[in-house]
């Protein structure tokens, strides 16, 4: 691989979710965001429409900077789903509906008139950690990334671990409840569905929905479909029984999940990134609790559970990171 400075342009990072679609400018040697541009992703419109919603967003950050694209090293793509780096290519994605076999780095290189890289979101959260932020120095390490779904991505003696065809890391669609509810990706009682900020928010609405007594009714004016993750963490730190519950569950199925983390990948530190980490030990302490718990006892006491340090900005900056270290091939 090519030192992050190889190239003395700036990047072009997206990271495509579920739900939102975060861009941003880096700088050349990758450690910095120096313009960033937001907008929903409204998966459900189809991937030309979500592609047509990325290039206007690099459009408007390159106007922003008075900047031409001529000027950019190279695009790097962080999205949601298998992806297959090498190909460019989303193979399948629970969270981006129809996405199957999507040549998604050709699309935006053709469409940008600039190479483009495209790698796993929780892998490109996951190297950002790794490069820059909380694991900076750690060898082996588990990032999970939990918002609208579950991303998972393993770092082993300081190489991303990818697997034979590319699609290693999908550990929020590790199986944890074999009946549990149905997740996007087909499959029942994935780690997903259980505890995802989706299913904390599906989990409150239909407690509420039964009649149970929750601050969460006031909070979303009586309207269930506007409960949110983030709405269930508000009523819960307000001191909320239902909310609280509802989070303590979601905690400790991701709690069971990183049991299994723990005895297989024996890691120094997991990181707990993505939206629904916002939560912080609200989240964490339960989780903790769990590991300590369940877990093989000399993996337990040598693992850290921490927060991500660099937040939403992870995907971005590991993204651009990654397409340098790759020479923007």
């Known amino acids: 691989m090519m030192k992050a400075d ?24 990758g450690y910095e965001i120096l313009a960033r541009e937001y907008c929903p992703t409204l ?80 892998n490109a959260a996951a190297w ?23 991303g998972g991505a393993i770092i082993i003696d300081g190489r991303l671990y990818t697997g034979s065809s590319g699609s290693a890391g999908e550990i929020g669609h590790m199986v944890i409840e074999a009946n549990g509810p149905r997740c996007r990706c087909g499959n029942t009682g994935c780690l997903e569905a259980l505890a995802s900020g989706t299913a904390i928010a599906r989990e409150a609405a239909a407690h509420v929905s039964r009649g149970e007594p929750s601050s969460l009714n006031e909070i979303v004016a009586g309207r269930l479909e506007d409960i949110t993750a983030e709405k269930v963490a508000l009523a819960a730190r307000e001191g909320d029984s239902l909310a609280l519950n509802v989070i303590n569950q979601a905690a400790t199925y991701l709690g ?20 629904v980490a916002r939560m912080g030990d609200l ?11 369940r877990a093989f006892l000399v993996s337990a006491e040598a693992v850290s559970i921490v927060s991500s340090r660099l937040g939403n900005d992870a995907g971005m900056l590991g993204a651009a990171i990654f397409a340098l270290q790759q020479g923007g091939k």
């Open 283 to 293: 989240l964490l302490d339960p989780v903790r609790r769990v590991v300590r718990e």
């Open 128 to 150: 950002g950690e790794h490069q820059l932020g909380v694991g900076k120095g750690v060898d082996n390490l588990v990032c999970l990334t939990v918002g609208t779904g579950i």
């Open 43 to 122: 998966a459900d419109d189809g991937i030309e429409a979500i592609v047509e919603r990325v290039v206007s967003a690099v459009g408007r950050l390159i106007s922003r900077q008075d900047m031409d694209l001529s000027r950019v090293c190279c695009a790097s793509i962080a999205a949601c789903g298998v992806i297959d780096p090498e190909a460019g290519v989303i193979v399948f994605s629970p969270n981006l509906p129809g996405c199957r076999n999507i040549p998604l780095r050709d699309m935006l290189r053709d469409r940008l008139g600039v190479k483009a890289v495209l790698i796993n979101d929780a």
């Open 256 to 275: 069971v999940g990183m049991v299994n983390l723990v005895n297989i990948f024996n890691p120094e530190m997991i990181v707990v990134g993505g939206g």
């Open 6 to 29: 190889g190239c003395r342009s700036p990047v072009i990072a997206v990271d495509l979710g579920g739900t939102k679609i975060a861009a941003g400018i880096v700088s050349a040697g």
